[in-house]
């Protein structure tokens, strides 16, 4: 798990307050890899909803994807929550990921789950 400031950093960020989010980044003496992730994260999202962009099955597979790096079960399952809210078409790689996040967070249930929602199964 990462260190309180990294979902400090992070809660700023997914409420758009980014300059909030950036000022607790820099007091972080010791950045570690939540910190970094929800730090680049919160400003990828605040520039796409600048310019208008919707997150799409590809950006959220690669947050799911270093979700999945970090073993970080409580990020995986927001993005998760996200793109069901949001309506994103679950692709292979989306649900991939998902299911590398659930399994590297040892929840083979749910990991289960997301796999059997999947409508064509292929070589991902």
């Given at each position: ?10 809660m700023y960020a997914r409420c758009g307050?980014?300059g909030c989010s950036h000022e607790v ?93 999947l409508s064509c199964i292929d070589l991902?």
């Amino acid at each position: 798990m990462g260190s309180p400031d990294g979902y400090v950093v992070n809660m700023y960020a997914r409420c758009g307050k980014i300059g909030c989010s950036h000022e607790v980044f820099d007091e972080i003496v010791d950045h570690n890899v939540v910190s970094w992730i929800s730090m680049i994260t919160g400003c990828v999202e605040g520039l796409m909803r600048e310019a208008l962009v919707e997150s799409n099955q590809y950006t959220l597979g690669s947050l799911m994807t270093a979700c999945g790096k970090l073993g970080d079960l409580h990020q995986g399952k927001w993005v998760h929550g996200y793109a069901i809210k949001r309506g994103i078409d679950f692709n292979s790689c989306l649900v991939m990921a998902l299911v590398d996040v659930y399994v590297k967070c040892a929840v083979i249930k749910d990991a289960g789950s997301v796999f059997d929602e999947l409508s064509c199964i292929d070589l991902v």
